[in-house]
């Protein structure tokens, strides 16, 4: 009962949309059945349908499309439906698992449009797990940057994209293609290798452009290097600018 209570307030949107949905079921249905398990309106009731569609257009669906099953609608529209399924129950928390990455990029466009939409009218918190860094950029308000399982940044999205302290942030945001890069810095940074946690020190430090022995030695926790920017770094403190130099001069960059 008491997960059951937390489940209003926490929700998901999944990476999938053709197999996230019921294929038995129809739109309406899918969205009707977070908001009658939650005891918000009884099944088949005039208000049920009622409030369904209101959440269908607040989605941009068609509440016509309601008696519809999902394989009748495209990758786009099925996100929109998971979205509203997601909504309906009124969450506070919704965590967005790489929701636009099997759709096309005209569509992931209009689905940040309405996820931005949706939490400023609705006072949403998204998680937002992306590998795309620009869609990361478009939608996140503060960013988290994970090293094998382990955050290595954290802080707003202007500090992560215009001040990135720890050098695997430097080389994620070098990978975005060019027009979201700065002037200067149109080189990519290569890292050697695959990714393998070491049995001690810093867990980039087998990739890592700036690493010495000491890395590989020594531990680093994730601390405050600026006010609410934090890093887990040796060499937090050194300007970005310095680290790209020090890639390039290791021959560690390639012209994007």
Same mark, same amino acid.
Not at 86 to 113: G, H, M, R, T, Y
Not at 123 to 142: A, E, M, N, P, Q
């Given at each position: 009962?008491?997960?059951?209570a ?6 998901i949107?999944?990476q999938?949309?053709y197999?996230?949905l ?11 059945? $977070?908001a009658?398990t939650h005891? &918000?309106?009884?099944k ?9 569609e209101?959440? /269908? ?8 499309m309601?008696?519809?099953y ?5 990758g786009g ?8 399924? %997601?909504? %309906?129950?009124k969450? !506070?928390f919704v ?18 449009n309405?996820?931005?939409?949706? !939490?400023?009218?609705e ?8 590998h795309?860094?620009?869609? *990361?950029r ?7 940057? /994970? ?11 202007e ?23 700065k002037?200067g810095?149109?080189e990519r940074?290569l890292?050697? $290798? ?5 049995t001690? $020190?810093?867990? &980039?430090?087998p ?17 405050? *290097?600026?006010k ?5 770094c ?5 300007p970005?600018?310095? !680290?790209?130099?020090?890639? !390039? ?8």
């Amino acid at each position: 009962q008491a997960l059951r209570a937390l489940r209003q307030d926490l929700q998901i949107v999944f990476q999938d949309p053709y197999s996230s949905l019921n294929p038995r079921m129809t739109v309406g249905q899918i969205i009707a059945e $977070g908001a009658v398990t939650h005891g &918000f309106y009884p099944k088949g009731s005039a208000e049920l349908r009622a409030y369904v569609e209101k959440v /269908m257009t607040d989605c941009g669906l068609q509440p016509y499309m309601s008696g519809r099953y999902p394989h009748q609608f495209s990758g786009g529209q099925r996100q929109r439906v998971c979205i509203a399924r %997601a909504l %309906a129950v009124k969450p !506070k928390f919704v965590v967005c698992d790489e929701c636009v990455s099997a759709l096309d990029v005209s569509v992931q466009s209009q689905i940040l449009n309405l996820l931005t939409e949706l !939490k400023e009218k609705e006072g949403l918190t998204y998680l937002f797990i992306s590998h795309d860094l620009s869609v *990361v950029r478009r939608i996140s308000d503060r960013i988290a940057v /994970m090293y094998l399982g382990k955050i290595v940044e954290q802080g707003s999205a202007e500090e992560i994209f215009d001040n990135p302290l720890h050098p695997y942030t430097i080389a994620l945001i070098s990978a975005i293609p060019s027009v979201y890069r700065k002037r200067g810095e149109g080189e990519r940074i290569l890292l050697d $290798g695959q990714a393998s946690k070491p049995t001690q $020190g810093c867990p &980039f430090y087998p990739r890592c452009f700036m690493g010495t022995e000491y890395c590989q030695r020594v531990p680093v926790p994730l601390e405050e *290097v600026e006010k609410g920017h934090f890093a887990a770094c040796h060499f937090a403190s050194v300007p970005a600018k310095e !680290k790209r130099a020090k890639a !390039k001069a290791n021959g560690k960059t390639v012209r994007a």
